[in-house]
T-cell receptor, first 111, second 114 residues
Framework: GEDVEQSLFLSVREGDSSVINCTYT??????LYWYKQEPGAGLQLLTY?????DMKQDQRLTVLLNKKDKHLSLRIADTQTGDSAIYFC???????????FGKGTKLSVKP | GAGVSQTPSNKVTEKGKYVELRCDPI?????LYWYRQSLGQGPEFLIY????????DSGLPNDRFFAVRPEGSVSTLKIQRTERGDSAVYLC????????????FGPGTRLTVL
């Protein structure tokens, strides 16, 4: 079946790096995404990676993909209090138009 | 330009009533998606439109749920005989068709069934 798993909580100190991990199950997934959801706000796409890539870097964000293990991670460098939010990993199976989301990881950044 | 808008932002109804939730996608986006997000969960797919037709409605939980997009733009999600378990935030997203194209999400409609 299709399932996306994430750890539920992560707490870091301001200035440290944060690493949020995700595992997915559908090997046909062509794109994998990271979305951010702040309290009372909609989902915002942070970044995505195509399944034939191993890594993608975008300013403070680094996405690593291990396709063999179906493992995706998001690293946020120099984490700021404004990064506090829930981060969702999502996969887009090749045969489908919709996204399959994990339950989200709540990132808390302490000053 | 304007993003995805959803109305109402909040809807409180009584068990057994009928509700309609509206989504206005970004102009020019041919694909439209409905998701449902319960407390502490990620969004769960309900239905996906490509133009006017439902390309995939496999996520609709039962026949009380129905959605339309008659002119290929605005969509309405309709829930009959609402139950307390239908309480959730209903999210709408739109995108250009296919591929990696980003799904832009609206702010959602919070539905509470008493």
């Amino acid at each position: 079946g299709e399932d996306v798993e994430q750890s539920l909580f992560l707490s870091v100190r301001e200035g440290d790096s944060s690493v949020i991990n995700c595992t997915y199950t559908d090997s046909s997934s062509t794109y994998l995404y990271w979305y951010k959801q702040e309290p009372g706000a909609g989902l915002q796409l942070l970044t995505y990676i195509f399944s034939n890539m191993d890594m993608k870097q975008d300013q403070r964000l680094t996405v690593l993909l291990n396709k063999k293990d179906k493992h995706l991670s998001l690293r946020i460098a120099d984490t700021q209090t404004g990064d506090s939010a829930i981060y969702f990993c999502a996969e887009k199976p090749g045969s489908q138009g919709n996204l399959i989301f994990g339950k989200g990881t709540k990132l808390s950044v302490k000053p | 330009g304007a993003g995805v808008s959803q109305t109402p932002s909040n809807k409180v109804t009584e068990k057994g009533k009928y509700v309609e939730l509206r989504c206005d996608p970004i102009s020019g986006h041919t694909a439209l998606y409905w998701y449902r997000q319960s407390l502490g969960q990620g969004p769960e797919f309900l239905i996906y439109f490509q133009g006017t037709g439902a390309a995939d409605d496999s996520g609709l939980p039962n026949d009380r749920f129905f959605a339309v997009r008659p002119e290929g733009s605005v969509s309405t999600l309709k829930i009959q005989r609402t139950e307390r378990g239908d309480s959730a935030v209903y999210l709408c997203a739109s995108s250009f068709s296919g591929g990696k194209f980003e799904q832009f999400f609206g702010p959602g409609t919070r539905l509470t069934v008493l």
